[in-house]
């Protein structure tokens, strides 16, 4: 059987269904100048109608707008961003955007450059553990959305897990389970979600009518070495027999099991050891990692649309809304119920 190819439907065909001109068809379907009201809905009516998908590119030009969004990370250390990559480019190509995907150890820094290049309509940025550009990104031309973390002093969207809950919620656990002296490897301090989570572990720690002991309380880089060192100095200097340790993300996590492997103590039996991000690579350590998971997917479709939003509404740019969800705590080996 011969297969037919259905032609586009092209905008001179729309403005004879409507009744109208080519040019009241651009400009009902652009949305660039106000059409009265009955013509309006003529042309949407003959668009659906005919199915009509305009020509994204061509109207980009008309707009002055490149069809590209900036995704800009700290780098690609971990499937997180991986993660955070295909749902962006998903997300991308339902709404007709390419996604530009740069790692730099410099995102503020890479995000100047872009913004400069003039080769994107926004751009939707990791920040670096220490961002001491916030300038940059708070007077950018082009929209920006923050994804996961951010500087303190930002005037952009962010979207992220609810951080503190999430801290505490793994405290919590921890304690819930026996755990009688909970350490904590934290982020960087000046990373907001870093501070948010130690928040939650402090805050648990309160409720549970234990003190906030600093000796207990480490700052990594958010790097397995990082977490390896610091479990080290918490299970050998810190003066106090540390039997849980939960960590502000998974790769210290990671770096913690090791250490404490390395030591010679057993885990789950001798030390819990809790992450949190979610990544991947938790399922297949051995014992299996105990994480607090992101659902990255879900807050990357929530930040593109919310990046999307702001190009095609210039007036919401500037705006600190916070846009936060829920995780979930998964349970694995690594901190099996003890009897």
Avoid at 205 to 233: K, N, P, W, Y
């Amino acid at each position: 059987m011969k297969q037919v190819i259905r032609k586009r439907a092209t905008l001179r065909q729309v403005a004879d269904q409507a009744q109208v001109s080519t040019a009241t068809v651009s400009r009902v379907l652009s949305g660039a100048d106000p059409v009265a009201a009955d013509k309006a809905e003529r042309v949407r009516a003959a668009a659906a109608l005919l199915n009509y998908e305009p020509n994204r590119f061509a109207s980009g030009l008309r707009r002055n707008r490149t069809g590209n969004i900036g995704l800009i990370l700290p780098g690609f250390t971990n499937d997180f961003f991986f993660q955070l990559i295909a749902q962006s480019v998903e997300v991308g190509r339902e709404e007709g955007y390419s996604v530009l995907v740069t790692g730099s150890e410099d995102p503020e820094d890479e995000a100047q450059n872009l913004i400069k290049s003039q080769l994107v309509d926004g751009i939707l940025i990791v920040a670096a553990h220490t961002s001491n550009q916030s300038a940059v990104l708070n007077e950018s031309p082009v929209p920006i959305v923050g994804f996961d973390r951010a500087p303190f002093e930002r005037n952009y969207p962010l979207v992220h897990v609810d951080n503190e809950h999430g801290g505490w919620e793994v405290t919590r656990y921890l304690l819930d389970t026996g755990a009688r002296t909970v350490a904590h490897i934290a982020g960087p301090s000046e990373v907001l979600a870093s501070a948010r989570r130690q928040a939650g572990y402090e805050r648990a720690l309160l409720e549970s009518g234990l003190s906030v002991d600093d000796r207990l309380i480490v700052t990594g880089d958010f790097t397995s070495e990082a977490g390896h060192a610091a479990a080290r100095q918490l299970l050998q200097s810190s003066g106090k027999p540390v039997d849980a340790i939960f960590a502000a993300n998974d790769l210290m996590a990671i770096g913690a099991m090791r250490a404490a492997s390395e030591l010679g103590m057993a885990i789950p039996e001798e030390l819990v050891v809790v992450g949190f991000d979610g990544i991947t690579s938790g399922n297949f350590t051995v014992p299996g990692l105990t994480t607090y998971v992101q659902p990255i997917a879900k807050m990357a479709r929530l930040a593109m649309l919310r990046l999307i939003e702001s190009i095609d509404n210039p007036e919401n740019q500037r705006n600190r809304e916070q846009i936060m969800v829920n995780g979930d705590l998964i349970v694995r080996e690594s901190s099996s119920t003890r009897d």
